[in-house]
């Protein structure tokens, strides 16, 4: 089965780095780009992490000055996240440094951050400004990160991992000196390669902290993923580096441990269904000499519960074994999914013009119900058809087992009693 | 390392010509010869800096390499041969001329060799740098984290010695005022008259030494000819003692200077001296500096306010989003994917949250006709003519009702030729370029008036046959959510009248509808909205066209107007009159159960300055009273929000929300409706959103009205909205 069927567009380099360094708690990600790049990554990423706005012109309350060029002009342009530089003609021809560094003064007056990023558009990369010495020019003491080659046309998980290893590069210095310096009681990891561009990545995170921490194993920092510049300060105190998308945090983690010494455990893909979670916890457990004993009580729990659901489908329709299934995500996550569906679930690996169960993104989803409506297509990736999660979902972890087995109970396309 | 050498990076800039390689690959020799480890870097598209310590062979580029093997396989072993006694050569490599980024690609090829620890095996690192600083790729290796000393190659041509003036320039666009890091000239005699003179004047004014002077000699060619440095000819060549000179000079600290550039006015009459009627006063190092200085800031303009208009969107993406209203056209985006992701986002978001939260299916925003060449980092550095070419070739054969290409920031500034592309039409499709460039051709709006013109002439059909009780629909916005559910609305009553819609112009057409777009004898204007108005009078301008006063209606009183004018021009004005009775009907009873819980509620309007009768009159008309109507109306532009001159008095303009807020607290009415959200008060007032797009027909406010009673049952403040300050704790 072909992937002719789809076409949709998918991010590339760029947005995944913007992701990435939005994806930590109070920093700021100055996008040296045309407005045209902009609107997006402001837009989504104040929904994909709940926080105030950044910065607002006029907030709620005060009187708005009268529309005009220059108020709008305040490089964050009515959105609350993601300045630009608003790169026009004359930036191409004459180079961006005036408006970067204009930037960078507006946002050192009005604008409290703990780390600066600088994302380069493709079209900016191809000017060659030299923004870091110009960057540590107005920021001597902060952590900033330039990332000058977005990747053109490269999937967006490159732009994510590159954006993580310039970060710990570039940033290293300034942040890892604001650790404590003192070795943790419990045993301490770090996770790499999430973002906040993965779904459900709050609840995830949460669930590899719940189902880590019920081996007495504490996680330090979540890079770029909801954490603070505090904790990356402590990364180099973990005991041990974990990296769930080898495709975003293979080159971080290997970095840290070049300069570190930290080892790292490099999963082949996210700890997706019962047999993962668990080979993941036994994994790491062994390597930092934790006890895994409560974390089965629950997993065994838990699987009891999922053996009651999906037998009851299973007597009465034979499902959900044989079902076909289509993932398209990225390509680890697609091989977590393949397995727990394959070897758990007893289903089978379909292609997007013949599955049952569809697990994409909205925009896949959309576009194959135009050609066919026999499947369920169930959201597992970003972009999204609109529903706002409030309760934070997960798909790693026990709790995300259980909650994959009830999509693809639910997704079933024939009668259930 | 050598022991007790310290590490050190040269950079040898001058205009193409004018012997930098010649100059570098003997300087690396002569180093050579006293035993330091050197690795020599060229850093010009034509990769023949280290033939001659190569023995004449040419070495794979690092842009070759990551073109043809990928980034991912690439290693430093591909690029990297050793050379004469030893040394190390590399050449970084480019595009052919006139196509790609050849500055991109020397950023690129830095970045590949960072990823090794390279420069730091070696004692001197000599980079051989194209002619100037052309842009800034091609500075990367005057950047402080690469170049610790910058030479200048020139002769006394002119030219040459611009070249030089220019490369402080850059220098100095780096440095300031802050660093030292030329370390003087090296001068490369042409015997032309006066040549020394020359050189003297211009390293005076700009105070660097003259560190060698380079003869010219016969032995320069003799050496090329034998595919060697001049170093390693046999015999006691007084050339040599030039580069042994400049070789024992880089062993030891070096003296470097600050960049004074000259202005190019008095480059002119410095270096031309004698030969210019002007006075010649050579002007100390320390005046030109002063001089420069102040030129500075208007060149890197660290104290200047940039002033520049901002540009809201892009221009690829406002041509991007109204050529794929082409139901049958491919649209191909000549970009990296990200340019195309965002604009597929921004058509297919509608489309997304109809079957979120109506089931409705929306196929031309949820699977646009848009395609991406997907740009790559080999295109961006070799051009991407060639996979452009292949993307039209394959759209074409798709048959298709035309090809539509648009270019990104990307593609417009490595130069790629859009235009030519239309050279690939066919008797059937044609093949239509838009240059937006990205934004370098204006924003999102001048991006769509492009698209729009440009389809308009290629497509439409000047001597197309009348087609007689027709229509066109002109300039919807078509990636509105109910913009198909208000053509539907129209195209009923269109029907019940007799007259068929020809083209929806920009809205929902192939591209034989368009062609056929003069058929229509009448067009309608979707909106008057200021793009619309500015496609209604190219259209008229450009192609005759005539169009019906009024634009698609909203609400009752508009509907009947426009019915009634549409039946005047097609004869059928008693036909109008009927279906305005029916129509009417249906509206008097949804207003008057609407009426029996809104009868005497008192409301307050907040609009913008655009007509709003159809919403007043159906407050009017359900028993409702206004206690305020307020017009933002920030550019003070003549008032146009009614039509009833009686209304006139009732209006106040205002300039502040925060002005609107107090009199809404001090009035008390029973419903808010406003252009802007409003933030609701401790009341049980139902608050409610002008929607910017209103739905079409004599229903439009009606089914507003409707929803306030379904508010009023529900909309009061929920104590969710006392934990603001809860969120700030949690989440700050």
């Not at chain 1, 790169?87 to 440094?97: E, K, N, P, Q, R």
């Not at chain 1, 997007?352 to 499947?375: C, Q």
């Not at chain 2, 050197?38 to 598209?45: K, R, S, T």
């Not at chain 2, 020139?154 to 010695?161: D, F, H, I, K, P």
């Amino acid at each position: 089965m072909t992937e002719s069927s789809l076409k949709s567009i998918t991010p590339d380099g760029i947005t995944g780095s913007v992701f990435v360094t939005e994806g930590i708690k109070n920093s700021i990600t100055l996008l040296n780009a045309p407005m045209g790049c902009k609107f997006y990554h402001s837009s989504i990423s104040q929904r994909l992490m709940p926080r105030p706005p950044m910065y607002l012109p006029a907030r709620e309350g005060e009187e708005p000055s009268e529309v005009n060029f220059s108020n709008l002009n305040d490089w964050f342009f009515r959105q609350g996240r993601v300045p630009c530089t608003w790169l026009d003609s004359h930036d191409y021809v004459y180079g961006t440094a005036d408006k970067v560094r204009e930037a960078l003064e507006f946002i050192r007056r009005n604008v409290g951050f703990d780390i600066l990023c600088i994302a380069d558009s493709p079209g900016a990369s191809l000017i060659g400004d030299d923004l870091r010495e110009l960057c540590s020019g107005i920021f001597p003491d902060k952590p900033t990160v330039v990332l000058e080659t977005p990747g053109f046309s490269a999937d967006h998980w490159d732009g994510a991992s590159a954006a993580i290893e310039a970060l710990l590069v570039q940033a290293g210095d300034r942040l890892f000196g604001s650790g404590s310096g003192q070795k943790h009681d419990a045993p301490t990891v770090n996770i790499i390669g999430m973002s906040l561009w993965q779904k459900y990545s709050e609840g995830n995170i949460d669930e590899i902290k719940r189902i880590l921490g019920m081996c007495g194993i504490k996680v330090g920092c979540v890079l770029c993923a909801g954490c603070s510049a505090e904790e990356l300060g402590n990364v180099p105190e973990a005991d041990l580096n974990i990296v769930l998308y080898p495709e975003i945090g293979t080159a971080g983690a290997l970095y840290l441990r070049k300069r570190f010494g930290t080892e790292c455990y490099i999963c082949d893909g996210p700890p997706v269904g019962f047999d993962a979670v668990s080979r993941f916890v036994h994994d790491v457990c062994g390597l930092l000499g934790a006890s895994h004993e409560a974390f089965d009580e629950e997993m065994a729990r838990s699987r009891a519960l999922a053996w009651y659901r999906i037998n009851g489908i299973h007597s009465a329709t034979g499902r959900p074994n044989g079902t076909l299934f289509y993932v398209r995500s990225i390509p680890s996550e697609e091989r977590s999914y393949g397995r727990f569906f394959t070897e758990y679930l007893g289903m089978k690996q379909g292609g997007p013009d013949d599955a049952e169960l569809v697990f994409a993104d909205a925009n896949t989803i959309a576009e194959l119900m135009l050609s066919r409506r026999e499947f369920c297509g169930i959201e597992t990736a970003n972009p999204s058809m609109g529903y706002v999660d409030v309760i934070p979902k997960c798909t790693l972890g026990i709790k995300g087992a259980l909650f994959l087995t009830e999509q693809v109970l639910n997704g079933l396309m024939t009668a259930m009693v | 390392m050598s022991e007790n050498i310290q590490h050190l990076e040269l950079a040898v800039y001058g205009k193409g010509g004018i012997g930098k390689s010649t100059i570098s690959a003997n300087l690396t020799a002569a180093l050579a010869q006293r035993g330091l480890r050197v690795l020599q870097i060229g850093c010009d598209p034509k990769h023949d800096s280290t033939r001659a310590l190569m023995g004449g062979e040419r070495i794979p580029t690092v842009l070759d390499v990551l073109r043809d093997r990928g980034k991912e396989n690439a290693v430093i072993e591909d690029v990297l041969r050793s050379g004469y006694l030893g040394c190390g050569c590399i050449e970084a490599g480019g595009p052919q001329p006139g196509v790609g980024c050849a500055g991109r690609g020397i950023i690129s090829a830095f970045e590949f060799l960072g990823r090794y620890s390279l420069r730091e095996s070696y004692d001197r690192v000599i980079y051989d740098v194209l002619g100037d600083v052309v842009c800034g790729g091609f500075a990367v290796s005057v950047r402080r984290e690469y170049a610790d000393a910058v030479f200048l190659v020139t002769s006394g041509e002119y030219m040459a010695l611009y070249a030089a003036n220019n490369i402080l320039r850059g220098i100095r666009n780096f440095d300031s005022d802050r660093y030292a890091r030329v370390a003087g000239i090296i001068y490369n005699e042409r015997k032309l008259e006066d040549e020394d003179g020359r050189v003297k004047r211009f390293a005076d004014a700009v105070g660097l030494p003259v560190l060698a002077k380079v003869p010219k000699s016969e032995a320069f060619a003799l050496a090329e000819e034998k595919n060697v440095t001049l170093m390693q000819l046999e015999g006691d060549l007084p050339e040599k003692k030039v580069f042994e000179y400049l070789a024992e000079l880089v062993s030891s600290p070096l003296k470097l200077h600050k960049a004074n550039p000259l202005s190019d006015e008095d480059h002119e009459r410095i270096v031309l001296g004698n030969e210019t009627s002007l006075s010649v006063s050579v002007p100390a190092p320390e005046a030109a500096e002063t001089q420069d200085a102040a030129q500075e800031t208007s060149v890197s303009g660290s104290t200047q306010k940039v002033t520049r208009r901002p540009l809201y969107g892009c221009a690829f993406n406002g041509a991007a989003t109204t050529a794929v209203h082409l139901t049958d056209a491919v649209v191909i985006a000549h970009g990296p994917k990200a340019c195309a992701f965002y604009t597929w986002q921004n058509i297919s978001s509608p489309g997304r949250r109809n079957i979120f939260n109506r089931g409705v299916l929306m196929p031309s925003s949820i699977s646009p006709n848009f395609e991406s060449t997907d740009i790559s980092h080999n295109e961006a550095v070799f051009g991407g003519m060639e996979l452009l070419r292949r993307s039209v070739r394959d759209a074409l054969d798709r048959k298709p009702g035309a090809v539509i290409v648009i270019s990104t920031c990307v593609s417009g500034i490595i130069g790629d030729d859009l235009s030519s592309i239309e050279e690939m039409s066919t008797d059937e499709v044609p093949v239509i370029a838009l240059a937006t460039d990205g934004d370098l051709a204006g924003d999102y709006m001048e991006g769509l008036r492009m698209a729009q013109e440009t389809i308009l002439q290629r497509l439409v059909d000047r001597q197309a046959p009348e087609v007689p009780m027709s229509v066109n629909i002109i300039g919807e916005t078509a990636i509105a959510s109910n913009a198909d559910s208000n053509f539907a609305v129209m195209e009923r009553l269109l029907g019940m009248m007799g007259i068929r819609v020809n083209c929806r112009c920009f809205g929902s057409c192939t591209a034989s509808e368009l062609r056929g777009l003069l058929s229509a004898p009448v067009n309608i204007l979707a909106a008057n909205t200021s793009d619309a108005l500015e496609l209604k009078e190219y259209l008229e301008k450009n192609f005759g066209c005539r169009f019906l006063d009024a634009p698609l209606p909203i609400g009752l009183e508009a509907t009947s107007e426009w019915l009634l004018s549409l039946g005047d021009i097609f004869g059928c004005r008693e036909k109008a009159r009927e279906i305005i009775q029916q129509e009417r009907r249906m509206y008097d009873e949804a207003v008057g159960r609407a009426a029996s819980r809104l009868r005497g509620k008192r409301v307050f309007l907040t609009a913008i300055n655009a007509r709003t009768d159809w919403l007043m009159d159906t407050v009017l008309d359900a028993g409702m009273e206004f206690c305020h109507i307020g017009v933002l109306n920030y550019m003070r532009s003549p008032l146009i929000v009614t039509e009833h001159p009686d209304r006139l008095s009732m209006i106040t303009e205002i300039t502040s929300t925060a002005q609107t807020e107090e009199l809404r607290r001090e009035l008390r009415p029973d419903i808010v409706i406003s252009a802007y959200t409003v933030p609701k008060g401790d009341d049980d007032v139902v608050y409610d959103v002008i929607p910017m797009l209103p739905d079409l027909g004599m229903l439009s406010a009606v089914m507003i009205l409707q929803r306030w009673i379904s508010l009023m049952d529900t909309n009061r403040k929920g104590s969710w909205e006392n934990d603001r300050e809860l969120f700030e704790k949690y989440y700050s």
